[in-house]
């Protein structure tokens, strides 16, 4: 509550220093936004059944959370929290994602940036068996929800524990220990879903969705008509949907968006006026001008 009167204020305080004028302010659910960006950015079917699914670090209390869609009604089917959990001296909120970025950091990588250099890293090694018989042991499926073992869980915010773990098994098993538990953890969850939910499609979202051997082993296993990660799948992309979900709240028409084949939308410049830029600054610098530039 007191994050949210915080976040308001401060809101407040920015437009109005920077002088912009505005109506109203609106809150919309982290998640709720990341799958309506996904969603509203593809191309599939409204009429198709789709399992709109949200993995991030955590956001509004969850780390993940997966939503029936049909005929653009969103439905919340499962969910994973990210509760308090005590830890000698501090409060954690455990989540998959949290998980992945103590592993990343642990190999001397930054978090929620380098990520990637741990997935590539897995794909030079193996998953330690004992690695991973404690890794099965942090999160469990509950029906369609996702639940946090509280004691199994804090092993893997001990960074003694997995600084030694590491060296012991070397940085690429440490690495694909870590990938295929996501991975395979994500597939099986899905497949519960699909149990009581019959979807034709899944649109991917949230940061855990960069995670592209992730997403393969997640195509791989089902049969889809479409599959779709949006580009924008960070807090970027949340923040897309929730002007989706306000627009939609306001009755505009966003057909436009779901015809729209170019995610990257910005300024473009043409060949003439970049060379007459370039050209003002011809004495700091030198260029070529290429034919097949692409």
Not at 81 to 97: D, E, R
Not at 177 to 194: A, D, H, P, T
Request: with cysteine; glycine share 6%; proline share 1%.
């Amino acid at each position: 509550m007191l994050n949210k009167i915080f976040v308001n204020v401060t809101l407040r305080l920015l437009l109005r220093k920077s002088k912009i004028n505005f109506l109203r302010l609106e809150y919309f659910d982290h998640h709720l936004s990341h799958v309506n960006s996904s969603y509203y950015l593809s191309d599939i079917d409204f009429k198709e059944n789709t399992l709109a699914l949200s993995i991030d670090g955590f956001g509004d209390g969850y780390w993940i959370k997966a939503y029936s869609v049909s005929n653009g009604e969103f439905k919340l089917i499962g969910k994973g929290k990210t509760n308090k959990i005590w830890n000698k001296t501090h409060f954690v909120c455990p989540s998959l994602g949290e998980i992945y970025g103590n592993f990343t950091v642990t190999l001397g990588f930054k978090r929620n940036s380098d990520e990637g250099k741990v997935e590539a890293l897995a794909a030079y090694g193996e998953p330690d068996s004992e690695l991973t018989k404690l890794l099965w042991k942090t999160f469990y499926i509950d029906g369609l929800d996702i639940k946090t073992d509280r004691v199994n869980i804090l092993k893997f915010y001990d960074m003694k524990f997995l600084d030694d773990k590491a060296n012991k098994i070397g940085r690429e098993n440490f690495s694909a220990s870590i990938q295929k538990f996501l991975q395979n953890f994500i597939v099986l969850y899905i497949s519960e879903v699909n149990k009581s939910f019959k979807f034709n499609n899944i649109c991917l979202s949230g940061g855990v969705s960069a995670n592209i051997i992730m997403n393969l082993a997640i195509y791989e296993n089902f049969t889809l008509n479409k599959f779709y990660v949006v580009p924008a799948m960070g807090d970027d992309g949340s923040s897309a949907g929730a002007a989706i979900l306000s627009a939609l709240k306001d009755g505009h028409n966003l057909d436009w968006l779901r015809s729209a084949d170019m995610p990257y939308y910005g300024e473009q410049f043409s060949l003439t006026e970049t060379i007459k830029t370039l050209n003002k600054y011809k004495q700091n610098l030198t260029w070529e001008e290429k034919n097949n530039w692409e």
